[in-house]
């Protein structure tokens, strides 16, 4: 027999593989109900329940060998077409793989297979197959839970009939090779499958935080002899910081695992919950394989259960009202997960009817969570976020799957305890749209160490997209005042400016003698999508940060994510982003910076002069175009410039951006040579949600300029020239150009397209 930790070993490794099989099953059911599954599904299927029913009989599981026996033999006559997958059938398989799932979790808790009856489940499958082939079988498969000897045999085999008994499993034989287990994948060698193994979550978090006081300590030791003139020290502190370093990044990539794996349950939870209610949802899955710390996994899987089944509950509407209000009487619940700025973005969208705002201000006001002048007070994007308040709900009965008020508070403290943050937009008749952000890891993170009012802070690199100082007069000049606010112009954007020491009520940093001295230092940040500036009084350096959580006292300042200690031995809190544009209303208009530049735009227009971006066209050709069209001046590098059905494009912001050289429209032009430069500039011009890259020799100057032009209309693209510094300008009619270059950028996208023939 096997000693208490050989077995305890066995059944956990029996637990673990099973419950591995059986997720695996279940995305093969739910694609073989909508006929979406390939040729070896139902080869897939049958074997998880073979080699789970062979595995629990040989250690003596009789209660889950015999359930997972009356499955099999239904899957059985489907693989060899005596029966047909239907939806009851599969609805059966799904009540099997649940009992068997609460039996290994008995077996895990108690060691036993627990006391429930699966007496009917059993005899429901006997409906799908002849009794009398059911009674044959159970006759010769009768010693399926007290089988009779066979040599390496666990029922992992496809050609296993019976396995032996405990005593006997583990013997070696020497006569024949037996085939691979049923679960490896074709072609895969064991020696391959035993090239992992696995670890304890709770041994990678130990290790985690080990490496995170290493951390601090490599950060305090090269500190330490910077200063110091021992070259060997010196040497020898940056070999521990490469180690360090390669350590960190290494055990970081141990921990990540893509998102999908918190999303393994959602198609079931669906199917199930939208026949209960009997709706009709299709379940969309985007991005799965975005990589997450898995910590943070296990963290939001639940947060993302309660956003599910409240969509399909609350979210989408029954088949009959959908019809009604002219939709299809399908609904879709879409799931999408992307990483940008340094976070990892989860969205959890539907087409239903929305949120009635005036409900839930009603529901509030009558709960006496609200007072009625509050509630009139209230905006729509303010009543709507309301649902995340603790105890609120708009259901109009308690149901088995929702309407007690617990979920979405839980969602959203669950989230920001990981510091992450939960927005949730509704159109009602529409849909409802609920992002999460969150950091792709809790533990260790790149900042940039700044000082403001006599005191160090660190800001996660995940938020900082450029760092810019002002020198002398602009540096006094280089921030105006638009409508009480100020604000910096850059690269044509308007940019609202944060001055730190003034929301953390910092001693102001005093004004240099001469002008001359005079610096300023503008951090570009990122928040929820918008982009502002932050003034800090200086820029230290930057490093990796270990990222500890604030004590209870603090955790209400929305102004801080964390603290970090220094290579000194001081702590130094982290700014929260987000917190800091918010409590600064940085960020409060949702139109924000498109608005700014409207309103640039149209200060532009209305006045007798114009904001020009003068640049080289092709080779030689001076030209010029309003700065308020530009949405951005960037500088690629040539080898990132692809070739999409002989158009030349680039990835940018996460998009694809075409390109095109403006001597292929305005005919006579010399056309740029990207070849002969390692880096290519370009002006981003957008119209709509498109935009194009039009690639230049050499950006010249920003200028101001009267709208007094000599009218040019001979040629296409050009609307006219003036002179400057005495020299010929062509004032480039961009719109006329796009039409050419790229006309779906103004099409309706909701006309009616032509199909031709």
Not at 418 to 423: C, D, K, Y
Not at 462 to 480: D, H, P, Q, Y
Not at 492 to 510: A, H, M, Q, Y
Not at 646 to 665: E, H, N, P, S, T
Request: hydrophobic share 35%; with cysteine.
């Amino acid at each position: 027999m096997l000693d208490d930790d050989l077995m305890k070993e066995v059944i956990q490794e029996l637990i673990t593989e099973s419950n591995e099989g059986l997720d695996q099953m279940e995305g093969d059911l739910l694609a073989m109900e909508r006929n979406e599954h390939d040729d070896d599904a139902i080869a897939r299927i049958f074997r998880v329940i073979h080699a789970i029913k062979g595995s629990s009989g040989s250690i003596g599981f009789d209660k889950l060998s015999k359930l997972a026996h009356h499955g099999e033999s239904a899957l059985d006559k489907v693989r060899s077409n005596e029966l047909e997958a239907t939806p009851e059938l599969i609805t059966l398989v799904f009540k099997m793989m649940d009992g068997l799932r609460a039996i290994f979790v008995h077996v895990e808790a108690t060691g036993d297979e627990g006391d429930t009856d699966y007496t009917e489940l059993q005899n429901a499958f006997d409906n799908y197959t002849p009794n009398g082939d059911i009674e044959k079988k159970e006759e010769e498969e009768a010693t399926t839970s007290n089988p009779s000897p066979k040599e390496e045999g666990w029922g992992l085999y496809e050609d296993d009939k019976t396995t032996p008994p405990v005593s006997t499993a583990l013997k070696p034989t020497t006569d024949q090779t037996p085939p691979p287990p049923a679960h490896i994948e074709a072609g895969k060698s064991i020696t391959d499958a035993s090239a992992s193994i696995r670890v304890d979550v709770k041994q990678l978090d130990t290790l985690m935080n080990m490496i995170g006081e290493l951390v601090l300590t490599r950060n305090q030791i090269i500190q330490q002899t910077s200063s110091m003139g021992d070259d060997f020290l010196k040497s020898t502190a940056q070999r521990l910081n490469s180690i360090t370093t390669e350590l960190q990044q290494n055990m970081m990539k141990t921990r990540m695992q893509p998102v999908g794996n918190a999303w393994t349950k959602f198609p079931r939870i669906v199917r199930d919950m939208a026949g209960d209610l009997g709706k009709k949802i299709r379940l969309e899955m985007d991005g799965q394989e975005t990589e997450l710390d898995r910590t943070l996994i296990d963290a939001i899987r639940d947060p993302l259960i309660h956003i599910v089944r409240n969509s399909v509950d609350h979210g989408i509407e029954s088949p009959q009202v959908r019809e009604a209000n002219g939709k299809s009487s399908e609904g879709i619940l879409t799931l999408s997960a992307y990483h940008e700025s340094g976070q990892v973005n989860i969205e959890i969208s539907d087409d239903g009817g929305g949120i009635n705002v005036g409900k839930v201000k009603e529901k509030a006001v009558t709960a006496g969570i609200l007072t009625q002048d509050k509630a009139d007070k209230m905006d729509d994007r303010e009543a709507a976020n309301f649902v995340f308040h603790a105890g609120f709900s708009t259901a109009d009965q308690v149901s088995n799957v929702s309407g007690r008020g617990v979920g979405m508070d839980v969602v959203r403290s669950n989230v920001e305890r990981i510091g992450g943050s939960v927005e949730l937009t509704s159109s009602l008749g529409k849909g409802t749209n609920i992002k999460i952000k969150i950091p792709l890891t809790l533990a260790i993170i790149p900042g940039l160490l700044i000082s403001s009012g006599n005191e160090r802070f660190a800001i996660p690199q995940m938020s900082l997209l450029e760092l810019v100082r002002l020198n002398g007069a602009n540096a006094i000049k280089g921030i105006e005042d638009l409508c009480g606010k100020p604000v910096y112009r850059m690269r044509g954007d308007i940019l609202p400016i944060v001055f730190l020491n003034k929301e953390l009520g910092l001693p102001e940093r005093p004004k240099q003698k001469n002008i001359e001295d005079e610096e300023l230092n503008l951090i570009i940040l990122q928040s929820d999508g918008k982009t502002f500036g932050l003034v800090v009084d200086e820029i230290n350096d930057s490093e990796e940060i270990v990222v500890k959580p604030l004590g209870r006292q603090l955790q209400g300042l929305s102004c801080y994510a964390g603290a970090t200690i220094m290579g000194d031995g001081r702590i130094a809190l982290i700014l929260d982003i987000q917190g800091i544009a918010h409590i600064s209303h940085a960020i409060t208009n949702t139109s924000g910076q498109d608005s700014s530049k409207n309103n640039a735009h149209d200060d532009a227009t209305s006045s007798e002069t114009d904001t020009l971006l003068m640049f080289i066209a092709g080779k030689t050709s001076r030209m010029a175009l309003p700065l308020a069209l530009v949405s951005r001046i960037e500088e690629i590098k040539r080898e990132k410039i692809q070739s999409i059905r002989k158009r030349m494009a680039v990835q940018y912001r996460g998009k694809i951006l075409r390109l095109f050289d403006i001597a292929d429209i305005i005919p006579n032009l010399e056309k740029v040579d990207i070849t002969e430069n390692e880096t290519i500039q370009l002006i981003v011009y957008s119209a709509g949600e498109e935009s194009v890259g039009i690639i230049v020799s050499e950006i010249l100057d920003i200028i101001e300029h009267d709208r007094n032009l000599t009218q040019n209309t001979e040629t296409e693209g050009i609307s006219g020239s003036f002179d400057y510094d005495d020299k010929i300008i062509e004032m480039l009619d961009v719109e006329a150009v796009m039409r050419i270059a790229n006309p779906e950028m103004f099409e309706d996208p909701n006309s009616p397209k032509q199909i031709a023939g």
